[in-house]
Nanobody, 125 residues
């Protein structure tokens, strides 16, 4: 059974940091990433990373503040979030994909096969 389990969310003050983790089980995923959805807003792409970590994509809104990494031995992807802003408040969802192709299309939610349940991140001003 495929599972994506996120952890690391919580409440933090603006300017602070959080590290999200997503542990995958059930199969090997070639691409992994993160989306988020704020209250009253549509779901948006945050970041994605290819199998060996050589390729990454970030939303413009998080570039320079967030980094994404993965540990394939642990089948886990991480999202390090620094200099957090109140507008980063959202439920963050881990996503995973078994296809080989990795490119700008991964910013599209429809290209991801599996989704986690989400973890809440709240940034206070």
């Amino acid at each position: 059974q495929v599972q994506l389990v996120e952890s690391g969310g919580g409440l933090v003050q603006a300017g602070g940091s959080l590290r999200l983790s997503c542990a995958a089980s059930g199969r090997t995923f070639l691409a992994m990433g993160w989306f988020r959805q704020a209250p009253g807003k549509e779901r948006e792409f945050v970041a994605a990373i290819s199998w060996r970590g050589a390729n990454t994509y970030f939303a413009d809104s998080v570039k320079g503040r967030f980094t994404i990494s993965r540990d394939n031995a642990k089948n886990t992807v991480y999202l390090q979030m620094n200099t957090l802003k109140p507008e980063d408040t959202a439920i963050y969802y881990c996503v995973a994909d078994v296809t080989v192709l990795f490119g700008a299309s991964k910013t599209n939610a429809e290209t991801w096969d599996y989704w986690g349940q989400g973890t809440q991140v709240t940034v206070s001003s």
